[in-house]
């Protein structure tokens, strides 16, 4: 028995790509030369907002006034989840040094970069864990700037809850801007920001878009799609439980894909039968998201065994990677591609979207086949370093010199036979090519 998908998807994620390009690039160029009045201009057409750009203390004073305390210590537990465990990541990264021969000492060092841009969405959905995945991991890395756009409502500017977790998370500066010209902005340094060394956090397809033409001038995070979802399940999961999931994360929009890889047939029946009526359930927009997801991206495969549900996971490397089955650990210890993975019942994708630590700007599309998601790694340049006495260098100049040679390279040879002459003058060095 091979895999058998008792639901096929109708479409993929790039089925409905649009071709943004061309209109992203447009604003980034009129941003870049029309600087300020650019943005301001986009701003009032996109945002439909002409109010403050550039948060003032007072803004940010009376943004915090609107949040009752609950959600305050809601929004700081999450906070110390995610700083706490953002702190453990950097500790994971050493400095060293290493002696290669006596005498020559090779070493790395991890630098944060000094300027941090971090977009937190704020349309459909105000994306409060946004503001806390982005803007606590930089700070956390030590970025010395930290910029935050987020797309103001028309007449009101942004949500407050987002401007209180961006300020109690370390932004250094809040901007009211959405869109492609909240990151034209950062990535050009306007209103006064330090040009972002880095961009980083999720947005729609013009935001990511923007962040794509820009990466080589500016580093990002990822290239995202859709967010997508993969949960495997066996005889073992409760079936209520597994259909929930798949929906809370439907819910994201119309080509979020969810998937469910089974090896049980009367699980995924269940599954299939119980997921219509919690999505009825759904106020009307999650609604309208989850149903579009549901019938048009979602699809269940039956597998033999759970080799084959591994392998199957592995193929489709999703974003995030659910397990409620039998022997944890196994899964733990086989699973190889995912951006976070969460293992067992009592943990879900939800958690690690919102307040457990783990971060949620993750990678998309497949991406997670080879690469991982955002950390306080992505704000931190692994730089090397070297330095040698003169008599640990001549091994090394006379090998640099004779590979450099084979290559072709002649000035790069003899930048190795000038420090040979210098320090040994009265040796004589085979400094052929190695090949000769």
């Given at each position: 028995?091979?895999?058998?998908?008792?639901?096929?998807?109708?479409?993929?994620?790039?089925?409905?790509?649009?071709?943004?390009?061309?209109?992203?690039?447009?604003?980034?160029?009129?941003?870049?030369?029309?600087?300020?009045?650019?943005?301001?201009?986009?701003?009032?057409?996109?945002?439909?907002?002409?109010?403050?750009?550039?948060?003032?203390?007072?803004?940010?004073?009376?943004?915090?006034?609107?949040?009752?305390?609950?959600?305050?210590?809601?929004?700081?537990?999450?906070?110390?989840?995610?700083?706490?465990?953002?702190?453990?990541?950097?500790?994971?990264?050493?400095?060293?040094?290493?002696?290669?021969?006596?005498?020559?000492?090779?070493?790395?060092?991890?630098?944060?970069?000094?300027?941090?841009?971090?977009?937190?969405?704020?349309?459909?959905?105000?994306?409060?864990?946004?503001?806390?995945?982005?803007?606590?991991?930089?700070?956390?890395?030590?970025?010395?700037?930290?910029?935050?756009?987020?797309?103001?409502?028309?007449?009101?500017?942004?949500?407050?809850?987002?401007?209180?977790?961006?300020?109690?998370?370390?932004?250094?500066?809040?901007?009211?801007?959405?869109?492609?010209?909240?990151?034209?902005?950062?990535?050009?340094?306007?209103?006064?920001?330090?040009?972002?060394?880095?961009?980083?956090?999720?947005?729609?397809?013009?935001?990511?878009?923007?962040?794509?033409?820009?990466?080589?001038?500016?580093?990002?995070?990822?290239?995202?799609?859709?967010?997508?979802?993969?949960?495997?399940?066996?005889?073992?999961?409760?079936?209520?439980?597994?259909?929930?999931?798949?929906?809370?994360?439907?819910?994201?929009?119309?080509?979020?894909?969810?998937?469910?890889?089974?090896?049980?047939?009367?699980?995924?029946?269940?599954?299939?039968?119980?997921?219509?009526?919690?999505?009825?359930?759904?106020?009307?927009?999650?609604?309208?998201?989850?149903?579009?997801?549901?019938?048009?991206?979602?699809?269940?495969?039956?597998?033999?065994?759970?080799?084959?549900?591994?392998?199957?996971?592995?193929?489709?490397?999703?974003?995030?990677?659910?397990?409620?089955?039998?022997d944890l650990d196994w899964w733990l210890d086989?699973?190889?591609?995912?951006?976070?993975?969460?293992?067992?019942?009592?943990?879900?994708?939800?958690?690690?979207?919102?307040?457990?630590?783990?971060?949620?700007?993750?990678?998309?599309?497949?991406?997670?086949?080879?690469?991982?998601?955002?950390?306080?790694?992505?704000?931190l340049k692994i730089v090397t370093w070297q330095r040698a006495t003169r008599a640990a260098?001549?091994?090394?100049?006379?090998?640099?010199?004779?590979?450099?040679?084979?290559?072709?390279?002649?000035?790069?040879?003899?930048?190795?036979?000038?420090?040979?002459?210098?320090?040994?003058?009265?040796?004589?060095?085979?400094?052929?090519?190695?090949?000769?």
């Amino acid at each position: 028995m091979t895999r058998e998908y008792l639901k096929k998807a109708a479409k993929t994620a790039s089925t409905d790509a649009g071709d943004v390009r061309n209109k992203v690039q447009t604003i980034l160029d009129e941003i870049e030369t029309g600087r300020e009045d650019a943005a301001l201009r986009y701003a009032k057409e996109f945002d439909r907002y002409d109010g403050e750009i550039i948060l003032s203390p007072a803004a940010i004073e009376a943004a915090a006034a609107q949040i009752s305390q609950k959600l305050k210590d809601d929004i700081h537990f999450a906070h110390d989840n995610v700083k706490r465990f953002a702190e453990q990541q950097k500790k994971s990264l050493t400095d060293f040094e290493y002696e290669m021969a006596p005498g020559f000492i090779a070493g790395q060092k991890s630098i944060p970069v000094q300027a941090a841009g971090c977009y937190v969405p704020g349309g459909r959905y105000s994306h409060i864990a946004s503001a806390i995945m982005t803007v606590t991991t930089a700070k956390v890395a030590g970025c010395k700037n930290i910029a935050v756009c987020s797309p103001p409502r028309p007449g009101i500017g942004i949500n407050p809850a987002i401007i209180y977790t961006a300020h109690v998370c370390g932004a250094d500066r809040i901007l009211a801007l959405g869109g492609v010209q909240g990151v034209a902005v950062m990535a050009f340094g306007l209103f006064d920001l330090p040009p972002s060394d880095i961009i980083v956090g999720p947005g729609n397809q013009f935001v990511a878009e923007a962040k794509r033409i820009l990466f080589g001038r500016v580093g990002i995070d990822m290239f995202a799609g859709p967010t997508d979802s993969l949960i495997i399940a066996d005889k073992t999961a409760d079936a209520e439980i597994v259909a929930a999931d798949l929906v809370g994360q439907a819910e994201h929009g119309y080509n979020s894909p969810v998937w469910l890889v089974t090896d049980d047939a009367n699980l995924a029946a269940q599954v299939m039968e119980r997921v219509p009526s919690l999505i009825a359930a759904l106020p009307e927009t999650n609604r309208e998201n989850a149903e579009a997801a549901w019938r048009d991206y979602a699809e269940i495969v039956l597998c033999p065994d759970r080799e084959e549900m591994a392998r199957c996971s592995d193929d489709y490397a999703p974003e995030h990677l659910t397990v409620q089955a039998a022997d944890l650990d196994w899964w733990l210890d086989n699973l190889n591609c995912y951006g976070s993975l969460f293992l067992g019942e009592e943990t879900t994708v939800a958690y690690g979207d919102k307040a457990s630590g783990t971060n949620h700007v993750l990678p998309t599309s497949g991406a997670a086949k080879y690469t991982g998601g955002l950390s306080v790694h992505k704000f931190l340049k692994i730089v090397t370093w070297q330095r040698a006495t003169r008599a640990a260098s001549k091994q090394t100049a006379i090998a640099t010199a004779r590979i450099s040679r084979l290559e072709g390279m002649e000035g790069h040879a003899r930048t190795a036979d000038i420090r040979l002459a210098k320090y040994f003058p009265k040796e004589n060095f085979d400094l052929s090519s190695s090949d000769e």
